[in-house]
């Protein structure tokens, strides 16, 4: 009996440290994280119609909130890591806009399947989905 008293005890301290290890990004994170995904929806759009003024818009918008709200944000967690990442994010979003701007399919292309990439491994390493359909994000 004392043992299973243990387990349980043990289970519970390790479930509980483990929700404490996440927590909910504050708004202007969530903020910027919409509109990321809203924007990388747009862009499937633009790149398709080559609306290359378009294309060259959202990559600022990417990179205003991997610089702004999200970059700020794992830099005040202190979670360096997922800084990389944002930074990683925000160097694709900028060789997107270049690519843009010059109107390069190729390296627009190119920068935003690294965009995508960056999105996608940052999402893996530090995103946690919940049972209502929300995010917390994995602390160090």
Known sequence: MRQAFILVVTVATTLSLAVAA???P???????MKENGATAQK???DVE???YAAIAADAAVLKRNFMGPVGAYFKGAKNMDALKMCTEAFTASDALEKAATAKND???ATARTS???ACGG???AWRVPLPDKT???KTN
């Open 122 to 124: 940052c999402h893996k």
């Open 106 to 108: 190729a390296e627009i």
């Open 49 to 51: 119609a080559k609306d």
């Open 43 to 45: 862009m499937a759009k």
């Open 22 to 24: 996440n927590e909910k």
């Open 115 to 117: 965009v995508q990439g």
């Open 135 to 137: 995010f917390e994000i």
């Open 26 to 32: 504050p708004a202007d994170f969530q903020a910027a």
